[in-house]
């Protein structure tokens, strides 16, 4: 059975959702990769200033200047994006999630053509209005920049679970 033009946008509608799953997954993940190493950074920094300022004391200024760049570095990540954007894109994902996965369910009643053109167009923007209603709710301060390496994995995930779970479709 041949797919029709809305049956067709449903499906190409549900690949571009798994896709930004994985995209916003590729983010959280380099996002808490950033934040762990700029806080390993700091201990480091910090801990080790001052047990070097214990056993050289002629370089005092030096493990002074250390803690302080260390405290500094500790203030001004508290205005970087990764702790926030951790907070968002998890809950982001969250919500962004069950739609995916409404939508996937659903997607069998679209497939088999059990659902009238106009059903389908319904539900398709009932989707897109939950998917954009849960990404406003989020990055109102920040967005997402572009990264080549996420959009690389997203595509090779979205990719291979099309592929594994849909082959021939």
Known sequence: MSKSLI????????????????????????????????KIIMAVASCSSIAAWTIWKQLAFLWGVIIAVSQVVGV???????????????NLKSEWSLIFLSMEKDWLKVSKGDM?????????????????EADDKYFQEDALPFKQKCYDYAEDKMMLYFKRYYEGE
């Open 7 to 38: 049956q067709e946008r449903y499906w190409y509608s549900l690949t571009d959702k798994k896709f930004a799953l994985h995209y916003i997954e590729a983010h959280f993940a380099k996002s808490i990769q950033i934040n762990r190493i700029i």
């Open 116 to 132: 009238t053109e106009e059903e389908i167009n319904d539900l398709l923007f009932q989707y897109e209005k939950e998917w954009n």
């Open 76 to 90: 001004v990540n508290e205005y970087l994006p990764y702790q926030k954007r951790i907070e968002e894109i998890s």
